[in-house]
């Protein structure tokens, strides 16, 4: 049986063992008021003048005790009820133990096999994913075979962000790094959704870089005016699209602007990986932060070391924003064994 089956039984004991209590109580108090009563016939039997106020007592003593005695027994018989309903009771509690007992070694045999069958499922998805690894790392485009191509497409149509500098600074970082011949910039200060399409399919770059005012669900982009104006607001979602569309869509798009790290899970439907921004961000550190990445990325580090460094110079430079960029991958991808550039052996 069960352990719920015996718990009702106990309940159903107890409960009666209760019941069988209560009416040899009231049984037992029956009793004593009777006795009570006859106690107080017979001491007025004794006082009476007459003779037939005195029979009339003692007959009234002698009913009051035989309704004792009677209540008496009936005590009795509901004490031995009751002490038979413990017992049951009592016997009972030890088969429900045993019954519980036997429940948890059931339950823990399950959990067993349940987290042997999950070890067992955890470590085939362990090999499935290691295979999808090898086998996305293979198809991904491997720019150390041809030169890294970055679209570096700045935005500030107000005129309150340093993109000029900060394309400026990447620029000279490329330039001084490791292999700096192994990567070309096509570079667009005053971006409109334009430079995006056409870099897209002309240009075929591997990385595209954004720099300018962003959300978590748009980027804002330059019109074609020459006066300074408000931006072209571009949502995430179309963003993204413009991605997708083409037929080799880049390994990284890194959104150097503010509250861009939202968009991450997103780009990495179409993209391997994905850089943004979890807050607003200062004009200093975002321009730190990009240029150290891309000195990282020129001098053969993985995707992994340069996002890395390029945290640890925000922070070398005294800002508490280091944390601020994200790296976001899609989840068949390494970021520690992608490599950007990479010289041919």
Same mark, same amino acid.
């Given at each position: 049986m069960n352990p719920s089956y015996y718990r009702n039984q106990l309940e159903q004991?107890?409960?009666?063992?209760?019941?069988?209590?209560?009416?040899?109580?009231?049984?037992?108090?029956?009793?004593?008021?009777?006795?009570? /009563? $006859?106690?107080? #016939?017979?001491?007025? &039997? !004794?006082?009476? @003048?007459?003779?037939?106020? *005195?029979? %009339? +007592?003692?007959?009234?003593?002698?009913?009051?005790?035989? /309704? $004792?005695?009677? #209540?008496?027994?009936? &005590? !009795?018989?509901? @004490?031995?009820?009751?002490? *038979?309903? %413990? +017992?049951?009771?009592?016997d009972i509690q030890v088969k429900l133990a045993k019954a519980e007992q036997a429940e948890r070694d059931r339950d823990r045999k399950d959990a067993e096999r349940k987290a042997a069958a999950e070890r067992r499922k955890i470590n085939d998805r362990l090999s499935l994913t290691e295979g999808r690894v090898e086998s996305a790392l293979r198809q991904l485009r491997e720019p150390k075979k041809e030169r890294l191509r970055v679209l570096m497409l700045g935005a500030a149509s107000g005129g309150d962000l340093r993109v000029n500098r900060e394309q400026a600074r990447i620029r000279s970082a490329v330039e001084r790094s490791l292999h700096r011949d192994l990567v070309e910039l096509d570079v667009?200060?005053?971006?409109?959704?334009?430079?995006?399409?056409?870099?897209?399919?002309?240009?075929?770059?591997?990385?595209?870089?954004f720099s300018g005012h962003s959300d978590k669900d748009l980027i804002v982009f330059e019109?074609?005016?020459?006066?300074?104006?408000?931006?072209?607001?571009?949502?995430?979602?179309?963003?993204?699209?413009?991605?997708?569309?083409?037929?080799?869509?880049?390994?990284?798009?890194?959104?150097?602007?503010?509250?861009?790290?939202?968009q991450g899970k997103r780009l990495v439907e179409t993209v391997p990986f994905a850089i943004g921004m979890a807050d607003e961000v200062d004009d200093t550190d975002a321009i730190n932060y990009a240029a150290r990445f891309y000195t990282s990325v020129a001098d053969g580090q993985s995707i992994?070391?340069?996002?890395?460094?390029?945290?640890?110079?925000?922070?070398?430079?005294?800002?508490?924003?280091h944390e601020l960029p994200v790296l976001t991958c899609a989840s068949d991808v390494d970021p520690s064994a992608t490599f950007l550039v990479r010289p041919p052996q």
């Open positions: 004991k107890q409960k009666a063992r209760a019941a069988a209590d209560k009416k040899a109580g009231e049984y037992r108090k029956k009793e004593a008021d009777k006795r009570a /009563a $006859a106690a107080k #016939a017979q001491a007025a &039997a !004794a006082k009476a @003048s007459s003779l037939s106020t *005195r029979n %009339s +007592k003692v007959r009234e003593a002698e009913r009051q005790e035989n /309704a $004792a005695n009677s #209540a008496a027994r009936e &005590a !009795a018989s509901w @004490s031995g009820k009751a002490a *038979r309903f %413990s +017992k049951e009771a009592a667009h200060p005053a971006a409109t959704v334009e430079h995006l399409l056409d870099g897209l399919t002309r240009f075929r770059p591997h990385v595209v870089h019109q074609d005016l020459d006066e300074p104006h408000d931006g072209a607001i571009v949502s995430a979602r179309a963003f993204s699209s413009a991605i997708k569309a083409v037929d080799a869509p880049p390994l990284l798009v890194l959104l150097n602007s503010c509250h861009s790290a939202a992994h070391a340069a996002h890395m460094t390029g945290r640890a110079i925000v922070e070398m430079m005294g800002s508490p924003d």
